[in-house]
């Protein structure tokens, strides 16, 4: 159990973050000291040295100069006014037997014999030899002087091996606390960094048992992680909006047909009930079609604006003239228009073309008119128009109708919507969806101005050449 938990522990990013943390902290540590070390050692062996090689050097010029007697009395001198570590002087014949030694007493039971036996010509003359209590060394430099002396000079390491030992102990005292805000800084360099990580797994857990509106909180630090929470909470915004926007759409499809199929089933019923003649036979079968075609046009309209808007609308793309298309559709609404005493103008400059399906422009438009001549009271008037801007082309539907309140302009483009003044109007709510689906499929943007009991203008932007 416990190694299972500690082998899932293993695997987690915490884990290995914190590990690397610790574990560059701790070589660069080991290896800091080690440098250090190495040149401690170096420049106190190389201190130690340099001191016994001064003394080689004042007793040998002594002997050059003086001979043999200054020589020795210097060595008494030496002898007298010793410090606290001491050097270590061997004057010899050339037999190598010994006619002068100054060995301090904590050298005392050091075997001499070791360095008679010293090869000279080896390490320019430099040996070291263990002192009996094992623990330090003893430095030596032995040199010829003219007439087959010997002349050896020495120093114990000891002095030396204290400050390294004062080191290595400092250090172990500084490696301990060092290791220990190593393990705890990577822990906690490790819970901030995966913070944002672990708070993106509760909220997918938490979206995963259908708390759709469960948001990962951002700490706005602006790094990149930061911008992958802002991203995530988009596009789960988004994707609330989409399925709040379908559940929607599908409530309203099934409401909206509820209400034509009731009445086609009502009809069919009444029409089996009574002991109907073959007229009413026949107006029932006919009021049947009418539902049923309302409910094809429905759901075809419904399927045109999907197909446009997820770009899987096939449109028969060619140049056409965009004052040719206005022509077609005024003078199919041109009639309605005058029935009911509204008053249709159309302005448009003469060779105006882009590329477009005609038979979906021509929809758009027809959708357009048709609202505008709807929602338009008699004795008022409609207005379309096309010109150019740039490589663009801006299409105007105008009218002083009913217009459209600020509370319901940005619904006007959800399927199925329809305004509270419309309800009185034959309509499913579908055609401005599907006018927007087609002028984006076109790659162009539909916008609207209205002031309600005003008018209202909707206008229509698209590229000439797509
Ligand atoms: P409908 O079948 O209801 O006309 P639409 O999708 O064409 O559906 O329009 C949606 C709603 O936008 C309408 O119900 C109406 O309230 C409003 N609307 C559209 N065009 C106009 C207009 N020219 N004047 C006033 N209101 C409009």
Known sequence: MFLRRLNQTRKTVGFRLTFWYFAILFFSALALFGLTYFF???????????SIQAKIDDFSSLYQTFGIEVLINEFDMERKYQKKIPFFIRFAGTQDET????????????????????????????????????RYELEVKSVYLTGGYILQVGKSTEDRERILERFRTIFAFIIIPLMIFGLIGGFFVAYKALR?????????????TGKMDARVPGYRTGDELDELVILFNEMLTKIETLIQGMRDTLDHVAHDLRTPIARMRMVAEMALEANQKPDGLKRALSDCMEESDRILTMLNTLMDISEAETGAMKLDLEEVRISGLIRDVADLYGYVAEDKGIRLEMVSVADLRVTADPVRIRQVLGNLLDNAIKYTPPGGAVHIEATRDGEKIVILVKDTG????CEELPRIWDRLYRGDQSRSQKGLGLGLSLVKAIVQAHKGQIEVLSEPNKGSIFRIVLPSHL
């Not at 009913?402 to 309140?405: A, F, L, P, Y």
């Open 40 to 50: 401690l050692s170096s420049s106190l062996q190389k201190q130690d040295r340099d």
């Open 99 to 134: 006619r002068f030694l100054i060995l301090p007493y904590q050298w005392i039971g050091f075997d001499m014999k070791a360095l008679e036996a010293v090869a000279f010509e080896k390490n320019d003359g430099w040996t070291r030899l263990p002192l009996i209590d094992g």
């Open 196 to 208: 944002p990580i672990r708070n993106l797994i509760y909220t997918v857990r938490a979206i995963a």
């Open 402 to 405: 009913v217009g459209i309140n």
